[in-house]
């Protein structure tokens, strides 16, 4: 049996994908080959399977979940802090500061990586060629009524 595309989405399990793919910031098809080149820039291919990677981006896709987990983790101490101390503003600065911009900078990739994988996992990318060509069809259809006039 050929070797295809599709079939190699399907051969890893989930918790594999999320893991090797979102978590280690690999290849979204194989799991093998890193994902980055630099700090968050996608590579062009894959070095392992030749996976087109230039098509893949998760725009800011990563931002909203990065907002809630910071938010989530720093909120609850940071409260708790001002509420028992009421400290002056300069120690929540000096004290939140640091994890926020670690915490951010930490999970990015991953985030990234993760969003990038269930886009390949889940082929975000053929239903958008789908829904263009739904849209090509529609298009066209329109076209064909109007040429064809009131009368048809
Ligand atoms: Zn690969």
């Not at 300069?90 to 991953?110: D, E, K, N, S």
Request: hydrophobic letters at 40%; charged letters at 20%.
């Amino acid at each position: 049996m050929p070797y295809t595309v599709k079939d190699q989405r399907e051969q890893r399990p989930l918790w594999a994908v999320i893991w090797q793919s979102g978590i280690m910031c690999r290849c979204p098809r194989c799991g093998k080959g890193p994902l980055y080149q630099g700090i968050v820039k996608v590579r062009s291919s894959c070095d392992h399977c030749g996976l087109d990677l230039s098509q893949e981006d998760a725009g800011d896709g990563p931002a909203p979940f990065l907002t809630m987990l910071v938010g989530v983790l720093i909120l609850p101490p940071a409260l708790w802090y001002e509420f028992t101390f009421e400290p002056p503003i300069w120690h929540h600065a000096f004290l939140w500061l640091p994890p926020i911009v670690l915490l951010t900078i930490g999970a990015l990739r991953p985030l990234k990586a993760l969003l990038i994988a269930m886009q390949y996992r889940f082929k975000a990318g053929e239903a958008e060629e789908t829904f263009a060509e739904h849209l090509d069809d529609d298009e066209q259809d329109g076209a064909a009524s109007r040429d064809a006039g009131p009368d048809a």
